[in-house]
Each structure stands twice: as structure tokens, then as C-alpha cells.
């Protein structure tokens, strides 16, 4: 069997010729590179020879392009990365942040490090998952882990930090298995949940969709 033909018998409730496994970790003083994140990402796979790929992503990349300040320097004596500086300190704040774009800072960072990884894996049909990081979970960085105090004092709108966080991956609680895509940046989320601006918005059947192609795919999971 190969990897995803054993992983596809595993998640469909057959028996694969072996258990299918895989594990990941953080590459603190690589991540920041795409390049060589993109080549220690492959080393470690075919060190290990696991069944798919999950991305070892900076952990704090889904936060920096709305203006954070991080503090990397504990990384080497095996500490982790701090915010130092960040644009939401009080409720309000909320609503002054604004969408970020995914071709340029971080974003684009991230996204060109998967690209070479998935060059890098070209007909080696392997799986490989990119790590994108839950609305909530942003926000709670992005307000460096003040965003339960916010929401408990009632003082910001639930939907509208996450919105903006959340930007282009938004799951669609009503059509399960379904991902909304935001095309434009005038679309997003209203304050009831609801799309703002239809024609922006396209929603994505992503099922086993992933494993139906002969070719690597990256597949998104939200953490």
C-alpha cells in the first residue's frame, strides 16, 4: 500500500497493511525560513518515514501581520516565543484591526515555505496537512491570551475579532464538512454570523475530497 491508500483504508474502516501513523514538532530557529523549513519539514519525513506530512509551522505566524511585536530571543536555551507588543490590548481594539493579506508578511512566508515543501514531495504521494490556526486560538494570541476577559466583560462583539482573525478560513457551522472561502476583502462575517456580502463568499465541500486526486494535496486543519 502506499501512504495514502493506507491511510484512506484506515479512515474508511478497512484493513491497511500496516497501522499508519505520523507525529510532528516545532523546528524553533528554522520556522522562520522558508526555505530551510521546507527541507528540514522533508529530512524529517523521510528520516522517520511517516504516513503524511503535518507542517511545523512558526507558531506565532498567523499573528504578526496584524502588527505584533515577538520576543524570540529564550528559543535557544529552549524557551518559547513571547509578545511583547500587540495592537489589541482593551476591547475597542477589536474593532480597529483589519484584514491581512496572505501576499505579503507571514502569510506569505508560510505559504511559500508549503509550496516548496509540496515541490519538494511531487510524486512521492504522500499527504501533507498545513497547520492554520483556529479563529479563537489567533484571536487569544493576537490579545496575548486576554480574549476570555474580553468576551466575559461583554464589552466587544463576540463576531467581530473573529471575523477579522478568522479572515479566509471560516467553518460553516450550518453545512458540515464545509469550508468558507472569503474571495474579497469586503466580505466576512456579520454580527449574527451570517455572510456580510454573498458574492464574496463561496462554500467549499471538503469530505475525503483530498485523497480523490492522484496528485498531493495540501489538506487545511484548524487548531
Not at 507525529?23 to 529530512?43: C, I, N, Q
Not at 476577559?149 to 466587544?156: C, E, I, P, R
Not at 457551522?173 to 455572510?195: K, M, S
Request: aromatic share 8%; proline share 7%.
Amino acid at each position: 500500500m502506499t501512504k495514502k491508500e493506507r491511510i484512506w483504508a484506515a479512515v474508511h474502516g478497512e484493513t491497511p497493511d500496516t497501522l499508519p501513523y505520523s507525529f510532528w514538532t516545532h523546528l524553533p530557529g528554522v520556522d522562520l525560513d522558508p526555505e530551510k523549513l521546507a527541507e528540514d519539514t522533508y529530512e524529517f519525513y523521510k528520516k522517520y518515514d511517516v504516513d503524511f506530512i503535518k507542517t511545523m509551522n512558526n507558531g506565532m505566524y498567523a499573528i504578526e501581520d496584524f502588527g505584533c511585536e515577538i520576543d524570540y530571543s529564550e528559543i535557544p536555551e529552549g524557551g518559547v516565543a513571547k509578545v511583547v507588543k500587540t495592537p489589541v490590548c482593551r476591547p475597542e481594539d477589536w474593532l480597529r484591526l483589519e484584514p491581512c493579506s496572505v501576499k505579503e508578511g507571514g502569510l506569505a512566508r508560510e505559504l511559500r515555505g508549503l509550496k516548496l515543501l509540496l515541490d519538494r514531495v511531487k510524486g512521492e504521494a504522500v499527504p501533507v496537512i498545513f497547520t492554520i490556526f483556529s479563529p479563537l486560538t489567533t484571536a487569544n494570541k493576537l490579545s496575548n491570551n486576554r480574549l476570555r476577559q474580553h468576551l466575559a466583560d461583554g464589552q466587544v462583539d463576540g463576531q467581530v475579532g473573529p471575523a477579522v482573525v478568522g479572515g479566509r478560513t471560516l467553518v460553516d457551522e450550518h453545512q458540515p464538512g464545509t469550508l468558507i472561502v472569503v474571495d474579497e476583502p469586503g466580505g466576512g462575517v456579520d454580527r449574527q454570523g451570517g455572510a456580510s456580502d454573498d458574492k464574496h463568499i463561496r462554500r467549499l465541500d471538503i469530505g475525503h475530497r483530498p485523497f480523490d486526486s492522484g496528485a498531493v494535496q495540501p489538506l487545511l486543519v484548524e487548531h
